[in-house]
């Protein structure tokens, strides 16, 4: 898909093996989580025994895995059995990077965030790559003036404004993520509880709820709220220097660029939905 980042892990399926498979985001049952586990523990010993991967452990989840480094040259691998969900939704990866231009460029910039930040794993809490992807639709598909019909994307003002809504103005307890039904709805649509946890309708299954697992999602917004009060306090400051120090014509250039986002910025503290120019 061209979403990964400079030494992610490599995703790699087993399908054929007797474990039957998975097609939804759902994952297994937990008696077949327990079989896969046994049955990934014994190829974790023989891979070990060939010298073919080290550092290796069995991660429990919906769809256990084998988290290792492959051992010639390093490269972290993630080995399942009979999951097919990821396999399924590369095409719709793609066709969702054609509809939504904006998704690839913010996409690598928040994994980026999510791994700095410790928080890109599922199975510890955190925001995995497929769930990140439905996040960044969504609010696409909520601000789809900001980068629709415009002759140039400012993906800074995308940024800060995923951020600051994400960190700020979406409600765990009323608001879930449906890319399917528009991006943004509420949980009583899906079918969800109402409930502080994150909840994201599956793309491939609906009415399945493959969010709640990212138990640190409030942790994981908080940092979002942080990391758009930090942009936020850098473009004063940008704008500050600037102005003081008589900016070269190169430097009017970075002023003018980021005029969009020094605005919405300036209009923030009126609250999110009363912003309304975003003219450059």
Not at 2 to 12: I, Q, T
Not at 57 to 63: E, G, K, L, P
Not at 173 to 199: E, M, P, W, Y
Not at 248 to 269: F, H
Request: glycine share 12%; charged share 20%.
């Amino acid at each position: 898909t061209g979403l990964c980042l400079s030494g992610s892990d490599a995703d790699l399926v087993i399908l054929g093996a007797s474990v039957g498979s998975a097609f939804g985001g759902g994952g297994f049952t937990r008696t077949r989580q327990i079989q896969i586990s046994r049955q990934l523990c014994l190829l974790l010993k023989e891979l070990t025994d060939r010298g073919t991967v080290i550092k290796g452990r069995i991660i429990s989840a919906r769809v256990p895995i084998i988290k290792c480094k492959e051992a010639t040259y390093g490269y972290p691998l993630d080995i399942s059995l009979g999951s097919c969900n990821g396999l399924k939704a590369v095409d719709g990866v793609i066709g969702l990077m054609h509809d939504y231009p904006p998704l690839k460029i913010l996409c690598l910039v928040l994994k980026g965030f999510m791994l700095k930040k410790n928080m890109n794993e599922v199975h510890n809490g955190g925001v995995g790559s497929f769930m990140l992807l439905n996040l960044i639709v969504a609010y696409l598909q909520r601000c789809s003036k900001l980068w629709k019909d415009v002759q140039e994307v400012n993906y800074g003002l995308l940024l800060v404004r995923l951020l600051h809504f994400y960190g700020h103005s979406f409600n765990l307890n009323q608001h879930a993520i449906s890319i399917n039904r528009g991006g943004i709805v509420s949980k009583h649509v899906c079918g969800f509880g109402t409930t502080d946890k994150l909840a994201v309708e599956d793309p491939q299954e609906e009415g399945r709820d493959i969010g709640s697992g990212s138990f640190r999602i409030q942790e994981v917004f908080e940092a979002f709220k942080r990391a758009a009060e930090t942009l936020i306090t850098r473009c004063f400051e940008m704008r500050i220097a600037l102005r003081n120090n008589h900016p070269a014509d190169e430097k009017d250039v970075i002023l003018r660029a980021a005029g969009p986002l020094l605005r919405y910025i300036l209009q923030a503290e009126a609250g999110f939905e009363k912003v309304r120019d975003n003219r450059g």
